[in-house]
Nanobody
Framework: QVQLVESGGGLVQAGGSLRLSCAAS????????MAWYRQAPGKQRELVAA???????NYADSVKGRFTISRDNAKNAVYLQMNSLKPEDTAVYYC?????????WGQGTQVTVSS
């Protein structure tokens, strides 16, 4: 079993920055892809950014150039640096990892961007 703990959400004004962190823990697990998703009220959960074990990244068009995903394999952690935040970035952000063919989700962290 793998547990994910997220941190770093909060309230920020438009144009501001936040950094989300997600740390994985468990017994004898290995992590493949890591990603961040978000879900705004009344909308479906969507992929924000993903990163492979080799460091290849993928971003939603809406966040390209503003968000940066990174990972620290030694710490089993993934991060999301969010710059130039917009009100439309307001959502609950979820960490997701793939380990041994199974997907795991964090509990979510709220990001609110005020205009």
């Amino acid at each position: 079993q793998v547990q994910l703990v997220e941190s770093g959400g909060g309230l920020v004004q438009a144009g501001g920055s936040l950094r989300l962190s997600c740390a994985a823990s468990g017994n004898r697990f290995s992590i493949n892809n890591m990603a961040w998703y978000r879900q705004a009220p009344g909308k479906q959960r969507e992929l924000v950014a993903a990163i492979t074990t080799a460091g290849t990244t993928n971003y939603a068009d809406s966040v390209k150039g503003r968000f940066t995903i990174s990972r620290d394999n030694a710490k089993n952690a993934v991060y999301l640096q969010m710059n130039s935040l917009k009100p439309e970035d307001t959502a609950v952000y979820y960490c997701n990892i793939i380990s041994r063919g199974r997907g795991y989700w964090g509990q979510g962290t709220q990001v609110t961007v005020s205009s």
